[in-house]
C-alpha cells in the first residue's frame, strides 16, 4: 500500500480525560484455518490459538480473537511489510487470508477511574471486571458505531475504530465525560502521539 496510516491526517477527535488518540499501527485481519493461525503465531512469536474472545501480546504485536478463525493484529506502525512477509513465508500456498486494514480504522485509549461509566454510557456489554476481565476483547458497539473493544489494565481500554466513526466515537466520550464532569481538552485533528 503506497499510502499508509502514518501519511494521513486523523479525523477530528474531541479529546477529553478520558480518550486519546493511539499511535498509528499496523493492522492485519488474518483468517484460516486452526493450522494456519498456529503456523502464523510461530511465525509471528506469539499464539494466536488463543482462548476465545482474547488477546494474545508480546513485545511488538498483539492478537485480538474476533471469531474461531479470525484475528486481528495490531503491531508497531512500521512493521506492516514484515509481518505480511513473515505470515507470507510460513503459510505459503495454504488458505488463508490476510488483509492489511491500517488505513480503515484507528485506536482510541479511554482510561482512567471514570472508563467503565463512560463506556457503558454506549456500550451494551457488562463491562465489571468479573465478566470483561483483564486481557478480554470483542467487537461490539458503541452507539451506533461497531468498535473492537480489549480491556488492557483495570482502567484501561483500547477500542478499535473505523476512521469514518472516530469523530462520532470520541464526541460520543467526550459527552459521557460532560455527564460526569470531565473535562474536554480540545478538538484536534493533529492529536497524534509521533
Not at 491526517?9 to 488518540?21: D, F, G, K, N, Y
Not at 464532569?181 to 484536534?188: E, K, R, Y
Request: net charge negative; glycine share 6%; hydrophobic share 45%.
Amino acid at each position: 500500500m503506497a499510502e499508509r496510516y502514518s501519511d494521513r491526517q486523523p479525523p477530528p477527535i474531541t479529546r477529553s480525560a478520558v480518550l486519546r488518540l493511539l499511535p498509528p499501527a499496523a493492522r492485519h485481519v488474518l483468517r484460516g484455518a486452526p493450522s494456519v493461525l498456529a503456523t502464523a503465531g510461530d511465525a509471528l512469536g506469539l499464539s494466536l490459538s488463543m482462548p476465545a474472545c482474547r488477546a494474545s501480546v508480546n513485545a511488538t504485536l498483539a492478537a485480538l480473537w474476533l471469531a474461531p478463525d479470525e484475528r486481528l493484529l495490531l503491531g508497531e506502525d512500521a512493521s506492516a511489510a514484515d509481518t505480511s512477509s513473515r505470515i507470507a513465508q510460513a503459510l505459503g500456498d495454504q488458505a488463508h487470508s490476510l488483509v492489511d486494514v491500517s488505513h480503515r480504522q484507528l485506536g482510541l485509549a479511554i482510561s482512567g477511574p471514570h472508563a467503565v461509566t463512560v463506556l457503558a454510557s454506549g456500550c451494551p456489554l457488562d463491562l465489571d471486571r468479573s465478566a470483561f476481565p483483564v486481557g478480554m476483547c470483542t467487537r461490539t458497539v458503541l452507539a451506533k458505531a461497531e468498535i473492537v473493544l480489549w480491556r488492557i489494565a483495570d482502567d484501561d481500554f483500547h477500542l478499535e475504530v473505523w476512521r469514518s466513526f472516530a469523530a462520532y466515537v470520541s464526541g460520543l466520550i467526550a459527552e459521557a465525560g460532560r455527564e460526569l464532569a470531565l473535562p474536554d481538552l480540545a478538538v484536534a485533528s493533529s492529536d497524534r502521539a509521533t
